[in-house]
């Protein structure tokens, strides 16, 4: 197989799933590894890894349940056959949710899309996996939160009995940043620039590192969470990390879950980056209507 962009740990269930995969179909392999080689040279790490667990489940599937040892032999059959299956695994909650389902069938489609239009030897003569395959989108929650509810959530982080929980919500709530990018914050994020502090946040998304200023009350949160868990932090070289070790975005996701409960609202963390910039339009919006016509303005009313 093709060096794989996303690195597995010798002996990980990747790796291991992979070397089989390679023994049984080495074309197969060899096409996947050499894809996301190329594509990590364009999308974020978390697609990359998105990619490489889709990729390896059909892989997988492939070799278990079917004779096919190329992609460029993948059907329309095999790929109604593979959602059956996948419509079939198991979850968080029971079966796998139709927005798992979607994003792994978006991810093979874009698999397909792209090596076709490369024009490689072992790709299909079309796209097996059409529009339609994709589960329609669930009806999702708001995406921002009114000034009342943001209040009320944030209160209840204030009074948060576990320290993790109220860092984490108002970090997400103070600075936009998301989940992923939060789990990965530096041990020493946060910078004194000029008069006030800011916080270097990591490639995310758009594959850039930025600085954000700091609110005064995250400047004394993050240094009461600096002085109680020095130790954690050097040793993880992690910001937000204890005795409990670091996070991901799945302990943030339940973090704020938590909270919000409390608070007696509904969020995800991704609510609180689209509530900070709904708040920052709306305070600029207030501010140009206080503010007087200028000369160039009033000359046109």
Not at 173 to 199: K, P, Y
């Amino acid at each position: 197989m093709s060096a794989v962009a996303v690195p597995q740990p010798a002996g990980s269930t990747a790796a291991t799933r992979w070397a089989l995969i390679a023994g049984r179909a080495p074309q197969l392999a060899d096409t996947m590894g050499r894809y996301l080689s190329q594509v990590a040279t364009f999308l974020a790490p978390r697609s990359v890894e998105a990619a490489e667990a889709a990729l390896r489940q059909l892989a997988g599937w492939l070799v278990d349940h079917t004779a096919i040892r190329a992609v460029a032999a993948v059907g329309r059959d095999d790929i109604e056959d593979y959602k059956v299956w996948l419509a079939a695994q198991p979850g968080v909650r029971g079966r796998l949710s139709s927005t798992t389902q979607r994003q792994r069938l978006r991810t093979l489609r874009a698999f397909f899309e792209r090596i076709i239009e490369w024009d490689w030897s072992d790709a299909p003569l079309r796209n097996p996996i059409l529009g339609g395959d994709l589960p329609p989108r669930p009806e999702s929650l708001p995406r921002f939160l009114d000034d009342h509810d943001a209040a009320r959530l944030m209160a209840a982080a204030h009074a948060a009995a576990d320290p993790r929980d109220r860092l984490v919500v108002e970090l997400l709530a103070r600075t936009g940043m998301r989940a992923s990018e939060l789990c990965g914050l530096d041990a020493a994020a946060v910078a004194v620039i000029g008069d006030g502090h800011w916080l270097r946040i990591p490639v995310g998304k758009l594959r850039n590192d930025r600085y954000v200023p700091l609110h005064p009350d995250l400047v004394t949160l993050l240094g009461d969470w600096t002085a109680a868990n020095l130790d954690h932090i050097r040793h993880h070289r992690r910001l937000i990390a204890d005795h409990r070790g670091i996070i991901d975005r799945y302990h943030v996701g339940r973090i704020v879950r938590r909270v919000a409960r409390r608070a007696g609202v509904r969020a995800h963390p991704h609510q609180l980056r689209h509530t900070l910039a709904t708040q920052a339009v709306s305070t600029e919006a207030c501010a140009s209507k206080r503010s007087p016509p200028s000369s160039a303005t009033a000359r046109w009313r």
